[in-house]
């Protein structure tokens, strides 16, 4: 596959994929026309997930970020591309009791598309990241859906040890106060482990990263509940790979790898998109073949 187009509202994003990809993404999806857009045969987009995040306010599509989809749904209508795959956060499903997601595939059907959704998790794709992402399939060609299979993943993910970093920078520790108040708070079961706090204040550590987020806390996540991830810790926590070259500043780089969908996974997804358009093309020919020899 080669990619023709990209597109994202924010500067550093856009130098960071120009960096790695060599194409200077379009800005603001909002403000491209859809005639400007090369023709495509897969769309690939994650939508802004705060209006449907946990820890936002799940304001939905009520969310001026939320109506991104509709975007989304105009460059289908006018472009066709043959399939397409989103992501954005779990909570898409139970937002408004229900109500957003099915808004949303009424949406995607209206533009021509047969859609299918799952909920699939970054720890039974390799990673030690506990990353919870709904992924939307939609194909175009009726019947193509029916040949699609989701992909099941594994049970085993990589060791928290093999992408930790072994000399990181003694900016990335925290303070002694820090330290020594979450160890009061608590005790880990298993090391190394990377002690999460949630909303409450409440610590709780595992052999494996809760979900990376771009606005948390800054202190949100702590490797043995005393230094930070480094930028490169939180890229191999999403799966990129270790060509991927970094630009920009840590603060960047943590906004960047929270937004960012787990490679592995949505890797997957994609295998089997592929794999349902090729089955599709045979049949299409078998059929076309044995109508044309009757």
Known sequence: MRCVFASDINDDCREQYKHNFGIWPSGDLQQIKAENIPDHDILFAGFPCQPFSIIGDQHGLNDQRGTLIYDI????RERQPKAFVLENVRQLASNA??????AII???VE???ECNWR???ALNFGLPHKRERMIIVG????GTMDLFAWPQGKRDYKPLAEIL???PDSRYFVSDRIREKRRAQHTPAVTPSIWHENKAGNISSHPFSCALRANASYNYLLLNGERRLTPREQLRLQGFPERFEIVGNDSQIRKQAGNAVPVPMVQSVIREVLHAQSAYARL???ETRAVSTQ
């Open 73 to 76: 749904a105009r460059v289908l």
């Open 97 to 102: 009791g229900g109500a957003t997601l099915k």
């Open 106 to 108: 009424a949406t995607l």
């Open 111 to 113: 533009a021509g598309y």
């Open 119 to 121: 909920i699939l998790n």
């Open 139 to 142: 194909f175009r060609e009726s």
């Open 165 to 167: 970093e072994m000399d």
């Open 284 to 286: 299409d020919e078998t």
